[in-house]
T-cell receptor, first 117, second 108 residues
Framework: DTGVSQDPRHKITKRGQNVTFRCDPI?????LYWYRQTLGQGPEFLTY????????KSRLLSDRFSAERPKGSFSTLEIQRTEQGDSAMYLC???????????????FGEGSRLTVL | DAKTTQPNSMESNEEEPVHLPCNHS???????IHWYRQLPSQGPEYVIH???SNVNNRMASLAIAEDRKSSTLILHRATLRDAAVYYC?????????FGKGTHLIIQP
């Protein structure tokens, strides 16, 4: 399968623990995006990378959240000191590097569902 | 990003055309209009996008009003597999803002 891959698909953790999600984009895609989706809501933009550079961060991305894409390929999203409000689906998307960053098709993974107890 | 307004839900019959409306009155001149859909427990799937002209692809057609304040996604012949939440997004360079979308129900 050559689509966007996310791992783990499900994560249950206790409040205060740290969690890390990994996203492997489609191989020729230079752009990578993280979104968060809570039940009954649409996805909310968190951050965006062009290769290894993090070019955009939403105000939603608090200090407890950090994202990296060290070699311009896979990306990780870490949440430190998790809170119950962090429970959500974390979605990764990628796109080829053509034109404006949000002007074309984004390819989404199936997401990583986080439950904070 | 432009704020978009969509009906919460719509219902249609299988094999009939479906017209999903979206208002985006605050859209800027350079913001594309995107449509995605999402099935339960899956990530969003791209449907179509456009800037000013009407657009067609294998999945759907996008009709954009001349003033760009609204658009309509057209599914020419709905199937049961088209039942999903459809998001209309006015996206700029600072991220795509998905609203709550329209829950499309297809009756057999």
């Amino acid at each position: 399968d050559t689509g966007v891959s996310q791992d783990p698909r499900h994560k249950i953790t206790k409040r205060g623990q740290n969690v890390t999600f990994r996203c492997d984009p489609i191989s020729e895609h230079n752009r990578l995006y993280w979104y968060r989706q809570t039940l009954g809501q649409g996805p909310e933009f968190l951050t965006y990378f062009q290769n290894e550079a993090q070019l955009e961060k939403s105000r939603l991305l608090s200090d407890r959240f950090s994202a990296e894409r060290p070699k311009g390929s896979f990306s990780t999203l870490e949440i430190q000191r998790t809170e119950q409000g962090d429970s959500a689906m974390y979605l990764c998307a990628s796109s080829p590097s053509r034109g404006l960053p949000f002007a074309g098709e984004l390819f989404f993974g199936e997401g990583s569902r986080l439950t904070v107890l | 990003d432009a704020k978009t307004t969509q009906p919460n839900s719509m219902e249609s019959n299988e094999e009939e055309p479906v017209h999903l409306p979206c208002n985006h009155s605050t859209i800027s001149g350079t913001d594309y209009i995107h449509w995605y859909r999402q099935l339960p427990s899956q990530g969003p799937e791209y449907v179509i996008h456009g800037l000013t002209s009407n657009v067609n692809n294998r999945m759907a057609s996008l009709a954009i009003a001349e003033d760009r304040k609204s658009s309509t996604l057209i599914l020419h012949r709905a199937t049961l597999r088209d039942a999903a939440v459809y998001y209309c997004i006015g996206g700029g360079a600072d991220g795509l803002t998905f609203g709550k979308g329209t829950h499309l129900i297809i009756q057999p």
